[in-house]
């Protein structure tokens, strides 16, 4: 009885609590962009006899829409001009801006040269051929000499982490394993690699 009652309440835990998380973290997020768009929602209230959150809806609405719209935009050749121009005068005004700016493409891939959207998953040996410790890991280039630049990103954040530079011999490629497969093993701390590259091909 004690085992079956032990059971039972960890195993709703184990159910309830990442709901709850995620819950907690929509409310934490859909707070923080209120309070940013604060000034916007009292605007539209002043305009619109509506409740505050149907306020917010409609002004989180209009951003979005202006979003697509200027991504729409800037896919020309004049919005990509015009875009050019007004990111190398930011850059010169808001010496933050370009850092603040190649985080947000690296994370969102849509960078070329991005880990996120065009890196290779592979398990390296960082230490050396001789030592069996293996990392997972996403080779981001190439060199002449047979040497890869490889990042190996942190668990359970993977924006963040390391890059090494290391031998061919040191690195086996898994071209079947997709990114985001790979990204949830590391998000897991490392939970389901086993899975992940039992009946990879590599």
């Given amino acids: 009885m004690k085992n079956f009652i032990k059971t039972s309440l960890l195993g709703g835990l184990v159910v309830m609590l990442p709901i709850a998380i995620l819950g907690f973290f929509f409310k934490w997020l859909f707070r923080t962009v209120t309070d940013l768009i604060q000034p916007l929602t009292d605007y539209a209230s002043s ?24 991504g729409a935009v800037v896919s020309t050749k004049l919005g990509n001009l015009l875009h050019q121009t007004f990111d190398h005068v930011l850059q010169k005004m808001a010496p933050g801006y370009r850092m603040v700016k190649e985080v947000v493409v690296q994370v969102f891939g849509s960078s070329e040269n991005s880990p996120f959207s065009n890196g290779q998953v ?3 040996k960082i230490f050396g051929v001789d030592c069996p410790t293996e990392v997972t890991a996403l080779v981001v280039d190439r060199s002449d000499d047979d040497t890869y630049s490889v990042f190996m990103p942190t668990g359970p954040n993977p924006t963040s982490g390391n890059i090494y530079h290391v031998k061919k011999a040191q690195v086996t490629l898994y071209p079947d394993i997709k990114l985001d497969s790979a990204m949830r093993t590391v998000i897991a701390c490392g939970a389901g690699s086993a899975e992940l590259f039992k009946n990879a091909v590599n």
Avoid: G
């Avoid at 305009?47 to 200027?70: H, K, N, R, T």
């Fill in 47 to 70: 305009i619109y006899p509506v409740p505050e959150i149907v306020a917010d809806i409609l002004v989180m609405v209009i951003i979005l829409l202006s979003c697509f719209f200027i």
């Fill in 122 to 124: 592979a398990r390296v």
